[in-house]
């Protein structure tokens, strides 16, 4: 059976290599990163909230009474 590589490790894999990068440029004396504190702040906080959005979206979110209870009798059928 054909496995799939798993997200994390894919994060994990550009997270390096963005280091290694970063760490070539400084050791060149170029400027690691074209933008400033503050710039990459408002990036990674939009980021997040983008990324906090889409999975708030995408999760099954029950707020009334029969939607939990139609999500525990989901449950015992599939045996979870």
Known sequence: MK???EKM????TAVLIFALVNQFLMI???NPLPFTDE???QGVSMG???ISAL????KNNSFTQAAIEADEKMR???GN
């Open 3 to 5: 496995r799939k590589i």
């Open 9 to 12: 490790t894919i994060v994990r």
């Open 28 to 30: 060149s004396n170029l």
């Open 39 to 41: 710039q990459f702040g």
């Open 48 to 50: 997040l909230t983008i």
């Open 55 to 58: 999975w708030s979206w995408w």
């Open 76 to 78: 015992e059928l599939k």
